[in-house]
C-alpha cells in the first residue's frame, strides 16, 4: 500500500509542474448516453455492472473525468484536482506500470479503437501474477500540488462510470473503492501501523462492479459501500461525504485483469 501512495505523489508533483490541459465547450452528460438508451446492468446488494440486473443512468450526473484531454489530470471542477495513478503489490505484470523514474508517463488515457459513440478515449490496465494483496488504479479527488486532502462529497448520491472488459479470461469483477477520512491515513484516524487490527488503515469502502464484453454503464450509491475487511469489524456507519480522498478500481491476489474505465462521474 505505501507503494500506491508513493506513486501518487510522484506522479500528482510531475504532472502539476507539467501543467495540464482541461476539456472545455463541452455538456458534462454528453458522453453518458450512448446507442443503448443509457441502461445497463446493475444490481442491490452490493454489486453493479454489466449482468446484474437493470438500471437507469441517473439524469443529474456531474463528470469527474470524461479523459477526452488525453492527460492523467481529472476535470479541475467543483473543487477537485487529481491525476490518475496505478497501483500494485509489486509481485506481477501492470500495464500501465506504476509511476517512477523509469516509467514516467503515468497513467494517461487509451485512444479507443472503436469509439464508444463520441467518446474516444478510456483508461485503460491489465496485469497478472499478483499474489499478495494485487493491483488496481484510480485518482485523488482533491490533490493539489502533490499533497492529499480531503473533498467534500456530500451533495452527491453515488458515482457512476462505463466499463467493460478488455480480453478473454479477465476477472469480470472488480472492487470499487472509496477512500475517506476513517480509512486513509491522511485523515489521521485509523492506524497505519498495523497494530490496531479494529481500525487499520486502507480498510477502504468497498463495493463490487460485474465487468461484461460490451460497454455498460455501473451505478453504486454511496450507501451500497461497505467496510470490515481483513480483521476490522463492521462499524454500521456510513462514508463520511464530507471527507473523501480518492476512488479506486481493484483486482484482488490471483486474479488476471484487462478493463477499459470511462467518464467517471458524481451523480445526485
Known amino acids: 500500500m505505501a507503494k500506491r501512495r508513493a506513486a501518487w505523489m510522484c506522479a500528482a508533483w510531475t504532472l502539476t509542474a507539467g501543467g495540464c490541459t482541461t476539456l472545455v465547450g463541452l455538456d458534462d452528460g454528453y458522453h453518458l448516453v450512448d446507442g443503448a438508451g443509457g441502461e445497463a446492468g446493475a444490481g442491490a446488494g452490493g454489486e453493479a455492472g454489466a449482468g446484474a440486473g437493470e438500471v437507469v443512468v441517473p439524469a443529474d450526473v456531474e463528470l469527474i473525468d470524461d479523459m477526452e484531454d488525453g492527460d492523467s489530470a481529472i476535470d479541475?471542477?467543483?473543487?477537485?484536482?487529481?491525476?490518475w495513478y496505478s497501483f500494485n503489490d509489486g509481485t506481477g505484470t501492470q500495464t500501465p506500470p506504476?509511476?517512477?523514474?523509469?516509467?514516467?508517463a503515468g497513467f494517461i488515457p487509451e485512444a479507443l479503437a472503436e469509439p464508444r459513440g463520441e467518446s474516444t478515449m478510456a483508461m485503460h490496465t491489465f496485469g497478472s501474477g499478483f499474489t499478495e494483496w494485487g493491483a488496481g488504479f484510480g485518482f485523488a479527488l482533491n490533490g493539489p500540488d502533490g499533497g492529499l486532502l480531503a473533498y467534500d462529497a456530500s451533495a452527491y448520491s453515488g458515482i457512476v462510470f462505463w466499463a467493460k472488459l478488455g480480453g478473454a479470461g479477465a476477472a469480470t469483477t472488480m472492487k470499487v473503492n472509496i477512500t475517506d477520512k476513517t480509512s486513509d491515513p491522511a485523515g489521521g484516524i485509523c492506524d497505519?501501523?498495523?497494530?490496531?487490527?479494529?481500525?487499520?488503515?486502507?480498510?477502504?469502502?468497498?463495493?463490487?462492479?460485474?465487468l461484461g464484453t460490451a460497454w455498460a454503464p455501473v451505478v453504486i450509491s454511496f450507501e451500497q459501500f461497505a467496510r470490515g475487511g481483513g480483521d476490522a469489524e463492521p462499524t454500521g456507519e456510513g462514508i463520511d461525504l464530507t471527507g473523501l480522498f480518492a476512488i479506486e478500481f481493484g483486482f484482488t491476489e490471483g486474479q488476471d485483469f484487462d478493463v477499459y474505465i470511462d467518464d467517471v462521474g458524481f451523480y445526485r
Not at 76 to 83: D, I, K, L, N, S
Not at 98 to 104: A, L
Not at 202 to 208: V, Y
Open 76 to 83: 479541475e471542477a467543483a473543487g477537485r484536482v487529481g491525476y
Open 98 to 104: 506504476i509511476y517512477s523514474d523509469e516509467n514516467p
Open 192 to 210: 497505519e501501523s498495523g497494530e490496531d487490527v479494529a481500525n487499520p488503515c486502507f480498510d477502504d469502502w468497498s463495493s463490487i462492479a460485474r
